[in-house]
Nanobody, 122 residues
């Protein structure tokens, strides 16, 4: 069982930056992936980025590549999402999730946080 708690969301102007955190409690295994998804108003949830817990391999969606950076701190069991160059279309609830494999498939993520709101004003 893994519990995930996100923090760091807020309101920012276009072009600004935010850093989200996802604190995990419970056992994280070496093959696990921790990822970020987001859901904009009136839209389905979409994949943003994921990281393999032990190797640090990452995969980004095209929409955030070059602007967002995922990192992890194994000692703190925490994953971070640094978001730079934010755009109004990045406005969404951002969710942290854990999967037993390195994947972009939402259905394979078993554990989810409660989400944190990110709002980017134009």
């Amino acid at each position: 069982q893994v519990q995930l708690v996100e923090s760091g969301g807020g309101l920012v102007q276009a072009g600004g930056s935010l850093r989200l955190s996802c604190a995990a409690s419970g056992r994280i295994f070496s093959n696990d992936a921790l990822g970020w998804f987001r859901q904009a108003p009136g839209k389905g949830r979409e994949f943003v980025v994921t990281v393999n817990w032990s190797r640090g391999s990452t995969y980004y969606s095209d929409s955030v590549k070059g602007r967002f950076t995922i990192s992890r701190d194994s000692a703190k069991n925490t994953v971070y999402l640094q978001m730079n160059g934010l755009k109004p279309e990045d406005t969404a609830v951002y969710y942290c999730a854990a999967a037993p494999v390195f994947t972009t498939s939402e259905s394979l993520y078993r554990y989810w946080g409660q989400g944190t709101q990110v709002t980017v004003s134009s």
